[in-house]
């Protein structure tokens, strides 16, 4: 999930307020712990989503890489080595926690997918005065950018094993084999980053976009503070 150009409620708002609805509703999803306040966080999530004018669809796609370990905890604390073989009650903490994650991941993406790497830069720059806030920045900017880069190397990489047949290859040289690719991938890109730096006269404080809050921006962040207060309030 990377940021694309748009015209949706959420790429109208201000970081600020996409950030402080991300950290409450974080909160309230791990303050809800029931199946009925986990519904009602879908039903938030979703609107989300459909406000980043997202697919839930596509953006499970694009976690395809977590959804493996979210499935997988609940089935191991589940898994009895004798009858019954599985045990319903024990997986059901495991899951509600799993589920939660998801849907925390499922806001997250619809932030990233509005928010342009500057403003985030901008909004944590000045949530966090000073030096700290401009490593931070600096940090949160790398991030954004570097990431789907690597994973675009490691996607291009097992597409060209599977090209050559690599997919035959037993399951531990596989993984080998993208994990060796990948490392070296990501060497030559931090190298590549240093030199860049170097060549754009990197600086602490760059000149970062203008940020503003009108009162779409006024009524998120109002909601969001409501949503995290009535969520530590339970």
């Given at each position: 999930?990377?940021?694309?150009?748009?015209?949706?409620?959420?790429?109208?708002?201000?970081?600020?307020?996409?950030?402080?609805?991300?950290?409450?509703?974080?909160?309230?999803?791990?303050?809800?712990?029931?199946?009925?306040?986990?519904?009602?966080?879908?039903l938030l999530a979703l609107?989300?989503?459909?406000?980043?004018?997202?697919?839930?669809?596509?953006?499970?796609?694009?976690?395809?890489?977590?959804?493996?370990?979210?499935?997988?905890?609940?089935?191991?604390?589940?898994?009895?080595?004798?009858?019954?073989?599985?045990?319903?009650?024990?997986?059901?903490?495991?899951?509600?926690?799993?589920?939660?994650?998801?849907?925390?991941?499922?806001?997250?993406?619809?932030?990233?997918?509005?928010?342009?790497?500057?403003?985030?830069?901008?909004?944590?720059?000045?949530?966090?005065?000073?030096?700290?806030?401009?490593?931070?920045?600096?940090?949160?900017?790398?991030?954004?950018?570097?990431?789907?880069?690597?994973?675009?190397?490691?996607?291009?990489?097992?597409?060209?094993?599977?090209?050559?047949?690599?997919?035959?290859?037993?399951?531990?040289?596989?993984?080998?084999?993208?994990?060796?690719?990948?490392?070296?991938?990501?060497?030559?890109?931090?190298?590549?980053?240093?030199?860049?730096?170097?060549?754009?006269?990197?600086?602490?404080?760059?000149?970062?976009?203008?940020?503003?809050?009108?009162?779409?921006?006024?009524?998120?962040?109002?909601?969001?503070?409501?949503?995290?207060?009535?969520?530590?309030?339970?």
């Open positions: 999930m990377r940021y694309e150009p748009g015209e949706s409620l959420l790429h109208a708002l201000d970081p600020r307020s996409k950030l402080a609805l991300q950290v409450a509703f974080a909160v309230a999803a791990f303050a809800h712990t029931t199946p009925r306040g986990l519904a009602a966080l879908t609107g989300v989503l459909a406000a980043a004018r997202l697919s839930p669809v596509a953006v499970v796609s694009d976690l395809r890489v977590v959804l493996p370990f979210l499935v997988l905890a609940p089935l191991v604390e589940g898994a009895r080595l004798g009858a019954p073989w599985f045990d319903v009650a024990a997986a059901r903490f495991p899951a509600l926690a799993a589920y939660r994650v998801l849907l925390v991941l499922l806001v997250s993406a619809a932030y990233v997918h509005t928010t342009r790497t500057r403003q985030s830069r901008a909004a944590v720059q000045w949530l966090v005065p000073g030096r700290v806030g401009q490593l931070l920045g600096m940090g949160v900017a790398l991030v954004f950018r570097f990431v789907p880069v690597l994973l675009d190397d490691v996607r291009r990489s097992r597409a060209a094993m599977r090209a050559r047949l690599g997919s035959e290859r037993p399951l531990r040289d596989r993984m080998r084999l993208v994990a060796t690719s990948g490392l070296n991938r990501a060497f030559a890109r931090a190298d590549a980053l240093a030199v860049a730096l170097q060549a754009r006269c990197f600086a602490y404080n760059p000149t970062l976009p203008p940020l503003s809050f009108d009162r779409r921006d006024w009524v998120v962040t109002l909601s969001a503070f409501a949503l995290a207060v009535g969520a530590l309030a339970v």
